[in-house]
Every structure is written in C-alpha cells, then in structure tokens.
Nanobody, 123 residues
C-alpha cells in the first residue's frame, strides 16, 4: 500500500516556476514507478511526466519536454516535478500516481493516487 500527498501548487505568472512534491508513505515506494498527470476543468487527465524506481529513466509529454523535470529522492520518499517557463495552458490540478512496475503514460495503469494540487498560471 502506498499513500501519496502532493504539495507545492499555487498561483504563478506566465514564465515563472513552481516545484511540486509528491510525498509517499509505504514500504514499496522506493520500488515504484511514479507518474505526474494533470487535469484541467472539463478535460481528461493527461500524462505529464514519469520516472522509474531508481530515477535512471524518465519520460515527458511533448507539451512539457524541455520545461519540466521529474526527479526523485528515495531516501526522502519523495518525487518532484520542477516546472519552468510556465504557460497559462499548464493550469490544472496536478496528480502524482504510483505503480509497482515500469512507468506508463496511461493513467489507468497506476494503482495509487494523491489528492492533487492546483497549479494556476496567469497571463
């Protein structure tokens, strides 16, 4: 069992930066792949980024590649999403999710989810 709690969201101007954190509890977190997803009002939950259990492999959606960086610190049971050059289109609720196998860009593949953190980017 893994429990996830996101933090770090907020209101930022376009061009600004935020760092989201996904803090986990549970013995298996360090062996879990983690993904970040986002959901804007009235839209589906979209893949943003993912990282494997060791941090040696990552993946990004095309819309955020080069602007966002996913990383993890297994000693702290935390995964981060550094978001730079934010755009109004990045406004959404951001969720982290975990699964005990390789990462996936498909939300349905993840077993555990956090409650989400709101990111709002003003123009």
């Amino acid at each position: 069992q893994v429990q996830l709690v996101e933090s770090g969201g907020g209101l930022v101007q376009a061009g600004g930066s935020l760092r989201l954190s996904c803090a986990a509890s549970g013995r298996t977190f360090s062996a879990s792949a983690v993904g970040w997803f986002r959901q804007a009002p009235g839209k589906e939950r979209d893949f943003v980024a993912a990282i494997n259990w060791s941090g040696s492999s990552t993946a990004y959606a095309k819309s955020v590649k080069g602007r966002f960086t996913i990383s993890r610190d297994n000693a702290k049971n935390t995964v981060y999403l550094q978001m730079n050059s934010l755009e109004p289109e990045d406004t959404a609720v951001y969720f982290c999710a975990a699964r005990g196998m390789a990462y996936s860009g498909y939300a349905g593949a993840y077993d555990y989810w956090g409650q989400g953190t709101q990111v709002t980017v003003s123009s």
